[in-house]
């Protein structure tokens, strides 16, 4: 369980159910648990957030180059994750998913460098192998391993759509990448007090996809340091979360004691044809706490996209009210 620091945790309690089109599962009672299932950490450990909003994760002070800027303005164009351009999310690896649903991607300082040599046992040792909490309801097991030109890739794929419905891919640069198809979003029924046909992103499926990514770079820089030193991958790193399509899209699969959209006269959206969110990291960070601030102050600011900076992952009211159970995300 994770608790964090909040202070705009609201004082009513409304109902709704966080867990809306995957009736029959059960996200508290799963029968497994992968070995890359990120740390949780305690109350004492998030604590640390208000002193490191300056000096902590991804957070140095130093001025990143515009030679670098330019390199990732570069990168991402390679990658169709322009939201100006038409096809904004659907080029690279994202092509492959069966619907446009969110990607995060993440940029080291060289992002032409081809350091990493793909091996049988690498996809073990540094990509999770599943998806938890709920998003492990609609994409669970990532069972495939396939490698392209630039990245190696384990991914699950869509039996009835085509393509895949979720995949964690290492780039050559050392740059960890994963993306949710269909699962990431659904339409609002008819009948709801918001019109029918709003497209909704699934909040949880935000949180845990930023996590798996953040916590599965540092593993890869972890492994690179076991290696000869020609190999390295070094920073600063660049984070880029992609959503595309999302002019009026609100989020939603809010976490327990929030109203959710499908209720809310009106809740709040997004106003950008396509949202991308770019966050700038000098060193990444090792300690489980700094990767889980620097996961939710991803989180905050893609949040922030859709108009929501109410923290709506984690727990409203009662006595767990600021913290995240791993059944959630």
């Known amino acids: 369980m994770v608790r964090r620091p909040c202070s705009r945790i609201p004082t009513q309690r409304v109902t709704g159910c ?5 009736v029959g599962h059960d996200p508290d009672n799963r029968s497994s648990t992968s070995p890359h299932t990120p740390t949780y950490v305690t109350i004492a450990t998030l604590q640390r957030a208000q002193a490191l909003l300056v000096s902590g994760p991804g957070q140095t002070g130093e001025v990143i180059s515009f030679e670098q800027q330019e390199r990732w303005v570069w990168a991402r164009a390679r990658r169709s994750l322009d939201p100006s351009v038409a096809g904004f999310g659907a080029g690279g690896l994202l092509a492959y998913l069966d619907s446009p649903g969110i990607a995060v991607t993440v940029l080291p300082a060289d992002v032409l460098g081809q350091l990493i040599e793909f091996t049988d046992d690498l996809p073990g040792l540094v990509l999770p192998d599943r998806f938890d909490g709920i998003t492990g309801n609609g994409v669970s097991l990532l069972s495939d391993v396939t490698t392209t030109s630039t990245a190696l890739v384990r991914f699950a794929p869509s039996y009835d759509h085509g393509g895949w419905r979720g995949f964690v891919a290492l780039d050559r ?3 960890v990448q994963a993306g949710i198809g269909a699962t990431a979003r659904y339409q609002l029924d008819e009948g709801r007090n918001v019109a029918p046909s709003a497209s909704v992103l699934r909040l949880f499926v ?3 996809i930023v996590r798996v990514v953040v916590h599965a770079q540092a593993r890869v820089i972890g492994w690179v ?3 000869p030193p020609a190999v390295t991958v070094d920073g600063p790193f660049e984070i880029v ?3 595309p399509d999302t002019e009026g899209m609100m989020l939603g699969g809010l976490n327990e004691g929030w109203e959710q959209p499908e209720y809310a006269f009106d809740p709040p959206r997004a106003l950008e044809d396509n949202v991308m969110v770019r966050v700038q990291v000098e060193d990444w960070p090792t300690d489980p706490g700094d990767l889980e601030i620097l996961a939710l102050r991803v989180v905050d600011q893609v ?3 859709f108009g929501d900076r109410q923290q709506r992952y984690l727990r409203a009211g009662g006595p767990e009210a600021g913290t995240i ?5």
């Open 241 to 243: 979360v992609a959503v």
């Open 18 to 22: 966080h867990c809306r089109d995957f």
């Open 225 to 227: 340091a076991g290696r």
């Open 173 to 175: 640069c050392g740059g």
């Open 303 to 305: 949040c922030e996209a």
């Open 206 to 208: 935000l949180v845990h």
């Open 325 to 329: 159970s791993r059944s959630y995300a």
